[in-house]
């Protein structure tokens, strides 16, 4: 059971690049960015669910990286009341170059299962999440 330990820790090594590094990121902030660049624009309401927190922490989030020209934010076509939240076109090039070495060790790692054995390899990594959700008394969430 050392790996997790160990897997945490070398991520945490992966310096932020240096566009970003002097932007005092959290890792809500790196999660936040993680999601965007990966899973393309997102509304408030999304990225909060994505999250595990309230749309008011991400909206204070957004604001912060807004503020700072990491992210953007327009109105949603569909309904002008919701606001869509991106990666800045500036910041976008630094943030993949800074998630590229995790996406490739992923594939390396998963590329060679089957879907059946990924499958498990994911609902076990939620079925830890999960119980350490309970042990420390917090919300699973969604």
Known sequence: MLVFPRLVGRIKKLPPPPALRSLELTPRHLSLLSMLLLDGPLTVSELAERLHVAPT?????????????????????????????????????????????????WREALGPLTLAERRLVVDTLLAYEAAVTRTLGEDPGP
């Open 57 to 105: 922490t991400v909206s204070l989030l957004v604001s912060e990286l807004s503020g700072k020209e990491v992210l953007h934010r327009r109105a949603d076509p569909d309904d002008r009341r919701r606001r869509i939240v991106d990666l800045h076109d500036d910041v976008r090039p630094a943030v993949s170059r800074w998630l590229a070495p995790g996406a490739r060790a």
